[in-house]
């Protein structure tokens, strides 16, 4: 899921000059934003909530055969057994869910059951998507805002409700930068296509908000170079330094963009596009030291809980004779990451504490 090893020092160099050329930009947008951000995130009462993404959102769209979120040992947490989520328990989106107050939405798949099941909105991510298509074969982020825009001229969902009482969670976690990597795109390349991608979530979000939701969320990337996938080269000791800087090129780029976005669409000074820091959010619980009131302190936060037994074997695997392939650490409560891609409930739920304090103070 993330870009592999490594780019050139080169461009590592060119990417910070136009990281401190963009940075001027964003100090100015970012003042004149920060004071109504998340401030305004219970103006009204939504009791809906639409998500649209990747695994990190994803609460059981994706087939029984495609993933491994299907298969033990994923879902021990919660709900016991392997449901979809690539976790050992609850996600991002469960959590969100949690904080606006209401159930986690069904997932698209179950549609059809209807009735009071839809009441607390829908979940279109799918994992392994990105804005672009992927290496997967899934619905992306476009497509899946496809799904949604039918359901309501279906009045499966009816616009009085979208603006009145809904909000929504556009969730991005790299899958179109690994699927860059794996045709071979070149390191020049990245800040070009960094820059697509952008444009591209920004016309979702702006598809998102003409369905009249008053409230889209939308998440930075996360620190892909702290990925266990990454730091697994140094024992799951230290984060990959030039990944992250181009993490933080997507997050720069991703600021302006929603920066640009809420003022062009200031209404009573409400900001209808919120970013959900989740970079900022990792890092605080990677270096928390157990001094927060109510926070997790994970011994190795880097070092994942489930793992491969040897290199081409993943958590999930087994072989012919049913004998599993992986390992699962003692307690994945003390775990940050469950596979080497996908935090644990308890990583979440720290990550979700991590982006509280950061809504209440505003």
Request: a positive charge; aromatic letters at 12%; charged letters at 15%.
């Given at each position: 899921m993330?870009?592999r090893k490594l780019?050139s020092?080169?461009?590592?160099f060119s990417?910070?000059s136009l990281?401190?050329?963009?940075?001027?930009?964003?100090?100015?947008a970012?003042h004149h934003?920060?004071?109504h951000?998340h401030r305004?995130l219970?103006?009204?009462?939504?009791?809906k909530?639409?998500?649209?993404?990747?695994?990190?959102a994803?609460?059981?769209n994706?087939?029984?055969s495609?993933?491994g979120?299907w298969k033990q040992?994923?879902?021990?947490t919660?709900?016991g057994?392997p449901?979809g989520?690539f976790s050992?328990?609850?996600?991002l989106?469960?959590?969100?869910?949690?904080?606006?107050?209401?159930k986690s939405p069904?997932p698209y798949?179950?549609?059809r059951?209807?009735?009071?099941?839809?009441r607390?909105?829908m979940n279109?991510?799918y994992?392994?998507t990105?804005?672009?298509?992927?290496?997967?074969?899934?619905?992306?982020?476009?497509?899946?805002i496809g799904?949604?825009?039918?359901?309501?001229?279906?009045?499966v969902f009816?616009?009085?409700?979208?603006?009145?009482?809904?909000?929504?969670?556009?969730?991005?976690s790299?899958?179109?930068?690994?699927?860059y990597?794996?045709?071979n795109?070149?390191?020049?390349?990245?800040?070009?296509?960094?820059?697509?991608?952008?444009n591209e979530?920004?016309?979702?979000?702006k598809?998102?908000?003409?369905?009249?939701l008053?409230?889209?969320?939308?998440?930075a990337?996360?620190?892909l170079?702290c990925?266990?996938f990454?730091?697994?080269?140094?024992?799951?000791?230290?984060?990959?330094?030039?990944?992250n800087?181009?993490?933080n090129?997507?997050?720069?780029?991703?600021?302006q963009?929603?920066?640009?976005l809420?003022?062009?669409?200031?209404?009573d000074?409400?900001?209808t596009?919120?970013?959900?820091?989740?970079y900022t959010?990792?890092?605080?619980v990677?270096?928390?030291k157990?001094?927060?009131?109510g926070?997790?302190?994970?011994e190795n936060?880097?070092?994942?809980c489930?793992?491969?037994?040897s290199?081409g074997?993943?958590c999930?695997?087994?072989d012919?004779s049913?004998?599993?392939?992986?390992?699962v650490?003692?307690?994945?409560e003390?775990?940050?990451?469950?596979d080497t891609?996908?935090?644990?409930?308890?990583g979440?739920?720290s990550?979700?504490?991590?982006l509280?304090?950061?809504?209440?103070q505003l």
């Amino acid at each position: 899921m993330e870009p592999r090893k490594l780019l050139s020092s080169l461009f590592y160099f060119s990417l910070l000059s136009l990281l401190s050329a963009n940075q001027q930009v964003v100090d100015s947008a970012h003042h004149h934003h920060h004071h109504h951000g998340h401030r305004h995130l219970f103006d009204f009462r939504p009791s809906k909530l639409f998500v649209f993404g990747d695994s990190y959102a994803d609460t059981g769209n994706i087939g029984r055969s495609l993933a491994g979120s299907w298969k033990q040992p994923y879902g021990i947490t919660f709900p016991g057994k392997p449901a979809g989520r690539f976790s050992d328990g609850r996600v991002l989106t469960d959590y969100l869910a949690k904080f606006v107050g209401i159930k986690s939405p069904i997932p698209y798949k179950f549609r059809r059951v209807g009735g009071k099941h839809l009441r607390n909105g829908m979940n279109f991510a799918y994992g392994g998507t990105g804005v672009f298509q992927s290496t997967s074969p899934l619905p992306n982020m476009t497509t899946q805002i496809g799904f949604f825009q039918q359901l309501i001229k279906e009045g499966v969902f009816n616009s009085l409700e979208l603006q009145q009482s809904s909000v929504a969670l556009l969730v991005l976690s790299g899958n179109d930068y690994s699927a860059y990597i794996s045709r071979n795109g070149s390191s020049q390349g990245f800040p070009s296509f960094i820059t697509q991608v952008i444009n591209e979530l920004v016309l979702n979000l702006k598809m998102i908000q003409e369905l009249g939701l008053k409230k889209v969320a939308v998440t930075a990337l996360q620190p892909l170079g702290c990925l266990p996938f990454s730091t697994a080269a140094s024992s799951f000791q230290q984060c990959n330094g030039t990944e992250n800087a181009l993490v933080n090129f997507h997050n720069l780029l991703l600021q302006q963009a929603v920066a640009k976005l809420n003022n062009e669409t200031t209404n009573d000074d409400h900001s209808t596009f919120i970013i959900l820091d989740l970079y900022t959010a990792f890092m605080t619980v990677f270096t928390n030291k157990g001094d927060h009131l109510g926070s997790t302190r994970f011994e190795n936060p880097l070092k994942p809980c489930c793992v491969g037994i040897s290199n081409g074997d993943v958590c999930g695997n087994v072989d012919e004779s049913g004998t599993k392939k992986y390992t699962v650490c003692e307690n994945p409560e003390a775990a940050f990451f469950w596979d080497t891609v996908h935090p644990t409930q308890a990583g979440w739920r720290s990550v979700y504490s991590a982006l509280q304090t950061n809504l209440q103070q505003l």
